[in-house]
């Protein structure tokens, strides 16, 4: 008997909350993801939960390990040095692209999520300030008018979430996330292309300084997050 595939919008959903819990580190890196126990936890079937398994995969945010199953992906210095490199290039590319081309509509939006991702940092919110500022990237890569670049950066969005995800516990690095993306705001509103490709640029590099650091001094029994 053949069993029926989830619908799409329920797939998605079961794939984005699997993402979000690996992301925000509720499953940890290293850890072993048990069928059932997610059958369980999420409600639905295991061709649902392997279906998800098999996107979050592709994204490089889970490990097939024979003999042993799924597991949650861990980053190397190597590895993150290298996506570090391509997400500089990229998100430079991005703000020069939105700051000469995004529309009044999008520049009102970003400026909108950013207000949001300073109250939300201010607060200490660490979970929620990784979701909003997703949320800006992706208004950011809409707003550079270029497809190929959304699909380069997709393909390692949820790496760049893991790495990004919580050196906001580092001392002053949530105070300089926002003191750099003000000043690739300012670029944006100046439509400024080569500054913004600076802050972001430099935005990067700073998120990198902070992240390799943490993976330097991290030990096998101890999760590895980073900057945002």
Known sequence: MRVARVAAPLRQQITENLRRAITE???????????RELCELTGVSRTSIREALRQLESEGLIKIIPHRGPVVATVS???????YEIRAVLEALAGRLFA????TEQRKELQAVFRELEATLKRGDASEGLR??????EILMR???NAALMTFLSSIQGRITML??????HPGRAAKTLQEIRILMGAIKARDGDAA???????????????MGILRKGTDDTPTRSAL
């Open 197 to 211: 490709w600076q802050a972001c640029l430099d935005h990067v590099r700073s998120a990198q300084a902070v992240a």
């Open 25 to 35: 580190g509720r499953f940890l890196p290293g850890q072993r993801l048990v069928e």
């Open 77 to 83: 210095l190597e590895e993150a040095a290298e996506i």
């Open 164 to 169: 990004r995800a919580t050196s906001l516990s």
């Open 132 to 137: 909003v500022k997703s949320r800006f990237y």
């Open 100 to 103: 000469e081309r995004a529309t």
């Open 143 to 145: 707003g550079s008018g």
